[in-house]
């Protein structure tokens, strides 16, 4: 019977120490091996932590799945700052480019509702409102207006 187990590990940076060395000790899986190929497939997400799913079999056979990071930890990476504003409407702590936008939009768009990249980039937007992060120096919410205004659709549809 398949067993799981779900941790969040540093994108590209797991090791076998916790959080998956003490899980995946008592189990009969190889732990580098698990290692290693976490590391592999979340390599592109350099540091920043990504949900992953374990699965293995008594036998010692294991497949891992690689979620999405929360749309909040790739705007912070992608902008570099750790914390988001106390006042968000008021202190803005990072701006974006429109084209960095799109590319979380694009990492994040198999766990979003979104239909296409120009609703998607307006749910990273939303995320953008709450952290008190400026799209090209404009407020976040004034940037949802101009792209339902079709003023992004040169780079969203690109």
């Known amino acids: 019977m398949a067993e799981t187990i779900d941790v969040l590990v540093p994108g590209g940076q797991a090791t076998p120490g916790p959080p998956l060395g003490p899980e995946l000790g008592p189990t009969p899986v190889d732990v580098q091996g698990v290692v290693q190929e976490i590391n592999e497939q979340t390599a592109a997400f ?31 990476d992608k902008a570099g700052f750790d914390t988001g504003s106390g006042e968000p409407q ?11 936008v799109k590319q979380v939009a694009e ?4 766990d979003l509702l ?4 120009k609703n998607a980039a307006k749910e990273v937007i939303g995320t953008c409102v709450t952290l008190g992060v400026t ?14 205004a079709g003023e992004y659709d040169d780079v969203l549809e690109a």
Do not use: C, H, W
């Not at 990492?107 to 198999?110: E, L, R």
């Not at 090209?136 to 940037?143: I, K, Q, S, T």
């Open 135 to 148: 799209i090209e120096g404009d407020n976040a919410r004034e940037v949802a207006a101009k792209i339902d």
């Open 46 to 76: 350099d540091g920043t932590e990504v949900p992953v799913t374990v699965t293995y079999e008594e036998d010692g056979s294991f497949e891992i799945e690689v979620g999405v990071p929360p749309t909040a930890a790739l705007i912070k």
């Open 114 to 117: 979104a239909y296409d990249t």
């Open 107 to 110: 990492q994040k768009a198999p």
């Open 90 to 100: 008021a202190e803005f702590v990072a701006d974006l480019s429109m084209e960095e």
